[in-house]
């Protein structure tokens, strides 16, 4: 029963394009999402996050956009470089309490950024 | 410097054995995860806990048990080590997720466990 998901396993872009990555989720408790980006042998570091009141988030390169009533979102990296080939995880949660401490991630999508 | 530090890196044991994975934090959360990311590349949470209290704990077989002796550790132990415990196994940390202080949770670099 995967809640979030990323149905691309990955993704090979050229360096100075844009970089789209996909994200859906099914429940609609979920108010808060994430974006992690993963290295080899290292832990998930967070990127970005966006709340469910607003539908767009920018930090730089980087921007979340989510649409509720599709319960999809996507991560915009614009120009891609080389050094974002990482694994990026969407992650998911709700806010609510009621033991709802955890990030429900998706499967992650491999982006290859290309010289 | 580093903020949320999990060791060994790596662990390999064999079938049967007990071992434990130990984390740290520095960064005064109050919240403290693990996570295990098996074969199929799934990060899913198995466990979660608020001030040295459990507050989640996603079936996860009793032969895995945390132990908190303060907000900034956060230990895993496994008893009786099963072929189907190798993963790799996350420690992170967060203000809790309901503070409205952001639910970014940080992760340590992971240790490898892979049980013979």
């Known amino acids: 029963d995967q809640q979030v998901k990323q149905n691309s396993p990955s993704l090979s872009v050229q360096e100075g394009r844009i970089s789209i990555l996909n994200c859906d989720y099914t429940n609609s408790m979920f108010d808060y999402f994430l974006w992690y980006k993963k290295y080899p042998a290292e832990g998930p570091t967070f990127l970005i996050s966006?709340?469910?009141?607003?539908d767009k988030n920018e930090d730089g390169r980087f921007t979340v956009f989510l649409n509720k009533s599709a319960k999809h979102l996507s991560l915009h990296i614009v120009p891609s470089q080389p050094g974002d080939s990482a694994v990026y995880f969407c992650a998911a949660s709700s806010t609510l309490g009621g033991g709802s401490e955890k990030l429900v991630f998706g499967k992650g999508t491999k982006l290859t950024v290309n010289p | 410097d580093t903020a949320v530090s999990q060791t060994p890196k790596y662990l390999v044991t064999q079938m049967g054995n007990d071992k434990s994975i130990k984390c740290e934090q520095n960064?005064?959360?109050?919240?403290m995860y693990w996570y295990k990311q098996d074969s199929k590349k799934f990060l899913k949470i198995m466990f979660s806990?608020?001030?040295?209290?459990?507050?989640i704990n996603e079936t996860v077989p009793n032969r895995f048990s945390p132990k908190s002796p303060d907000k900034a550790h956060l230990n895993l132990h496994i008893n009786s080590l099963e072929l189907g415990d190798s993963a790799v196994y996350f420690c992170?940390?967060?203000?809790?997720?309901?503070?409205?202080?952001?639910?970014?949770?940080?992760f340590g670099q992971g240790t490898r466990l892979t049980v013979v």
């Open positions: 966006i709340s469910s009141i607003k």
């Open positions: 960064l005064g959360h109050d919240t």
């Open positions: 992170a940390s967060s203000q809790p997720l309901t503070s409205g202080k952001g639910a970014e949770a940080f």
């Open positions: 806990y608020n001030n040295k209290e459990l507050i």
